[in-house]
């Protein structure tokens, strides 16, 4: 009894072992191989608009020619305390960088988009697209005084 129970193992495994057969199936395949794609995003990108005063308490605001250092300086303390947690100088975040930041918007929709954040994003066009490019993470009111965001706008400029 064990030969045959032995000889029936042993058949089972040779056929068991034999040549893989392919069978081309119509219909539906699941391939479950990882294969890496070039994926090309076309970015909407925001437009630079510099005329776009945005919504919000600052309706007029010109910078000096000369910075000034002190006010640059509280700017810096309050941009590393509160808006490094979504922004970086150089580098996109969960919010845009803003070096550069006067080369596309104005200096009152920056002081706007500062205080104002809530209301920039129910009505200006550019923080409306902002909000859509940056998967519609909202900027928080962070309550500044208009002195604190002109310190942070002032800041920006040595960026």
């Not at 509160?82 to 200096?107: F, N, Q, T, W």
Request: glycine content about 6%; hydrophobic content about 40%.
């Amino acid at each position: 009894m064990k030969k045959t129970v032995m000889v029936l193992a042993l058949g089972a495994m040779i056929a068991s072992c034999g040549g893989k057969k392919e069978e081309k199936k119509d219909g539906f395949e699941v391939s479950r191989t990882k294969t890496e794609e070039a994926k090309t995003v076309e970015k909407e990108g925001v437009p630079v608009d510099l005329d776009n005063k945005g919504v919000g308490p600052i309706t007029n605001m010109e910078f000096p020619d000369e910075i000034n250092d002190e006010m640059a300086a509280r700017g810096k303390a309050k941009f590393e305390a509160i808006c490094v947690a979504c922004h970086m100088v150089d580098k996109r975040m969960i919010g845009p960088a803003l070096k550069g930041v006067y080369e596309r918007r104005s200096p009152e929709w920056v002081m706007n988009m500062i205080l104002n954040p809530d209301g920039m994003l129910k009505e200006d066009p550019i923080a409306k697209a902002l909000l859509k490019e940056y998967n519609n993470a909202i900027m928080l009111n962070q309550n500044l005084t208009e002195d604190e965001a002109r310190d942070v706008a002032e800041y920006l400029r040595t960026l």
